[in-house]
């Protein structure tokens, strides 16, 4: 059975920073790319930040370049998401994806809330 468990989330003021972690198990192949994604009430999921987890490359969303860094550790299985000068607006439900080869499939955590606020 496969598990994404998340951690790191919570509370914390403006400029802050928090670190979120998810260690995925019971995954039927290897992983291609692992990824965090967020929601925000009343909005649609978007993607935040993801990691190609053979060759490390990363992508990010605009709004978090320069603030958040993705990383991982292939042996662990596990993606790690460091959220630095934390802004109100980056309030929202995270979650951990996950991408098997070779067929894509698709995983996802259960979610960890992080609230900014003063």
């Known amino acids: 059975q496969v598990q994404l468990v998340e951690s790191g989330g919570g509370f914390v003021q403006p400029g802050g920073s928090l670190r979120l972690s998810c260690a995925a198990s019971g995954l039927p192949s290897s992983t291609y790319a692992m990824s965090w994604y967020r929601q925000a009430p009343g909005k649609e999921r978007e993607l935040v930040a993801s990691?190609?987890?053979?060759?490390?490359?990363?992508n990010y969303a605009d709004s978090v370049k320069g603030r958040f860094t993705i990383s991982r550790d292939n042996a662990k299985n596990t993606v790690f998401l460091q959220m630095d000068s934390l802004k109100p607006e980056d309030t929202a439900v995270y979650y951990c994806?996950?991408?098997?080869?070779?067929?894509?499939?698709?995983?996802w955590g259960q979610g960890t809330q992080v609230t900014v606020s003063s």
């Open positions: 994806n996950v991408r098997v080869k070779p067929t894509f499939t698709r995983y």
């Open positions: 990691i190609i987890t053979t060759d490390g490359r990363t």
